[in-house]
């Protein structure tokens, strides 16, 4: 059985930092392409950022470029997301994805961040 677990989500002012992490298991992790989503109240789910298998490569949406940051751990199935300078527009529920086709495609249940302003 496949799951992602998120965590590291809560309450912070603007300016402020948080770090998620998403702990994979029933997956192959160190052969996933893995990424993170967010969903707004009233909006859909966007990309934020995605991490090749080998952490080599990363991609980000340009609006958290150069200030979130993601990596992994492949020795602890997890990956992360390091979040700064973070603002009210950042607030949303925050998915962890392992890349796959079809029914190999898996989210995690997500992780609230809230940003006070």
């Known amino acids: 059985q496949v799951q992602l677990v998120e965590s590291g989500g809560g309450l912070v002012q603007a300016g402020g930092s948080l770090r998620l992490s998403c702990a994979a298991s029933?997956?192959?992790?160190?052969?996933?392409?893995m990424g993170w989503f967010r969903q707004a109240p009233g909006k859909e789910r966007e990309f934020v950022a995605r991490?090749?298998?080998?952490?080599?490569?990363?991609y980000y949406a340009d609006s958290v470029k150069d200030r979130f940051t993601i990596s992994r751990d492949n020795a602890k199935n997890t990956v992360y997301l390091e979040m700064n300078s973070l603002k009210p527009e950042d607030t949303a529920v925050y998915y962890c994805?392992?890349?796959?086709?079809?029914?190999?495609?898996?989210w995690g249940q997500g992780i609230q961040v809230t940003v006070s302003s």
């Open positions: 991490i090749s298998a080998s952490g080599a490569g990363t």
């Open positions: 994805r392992s890349y796959g086709t079809g029914k190999y495609d898996y």
């Open positions: 029933g997956v192959t992790f160190s052969s996933k392409t």
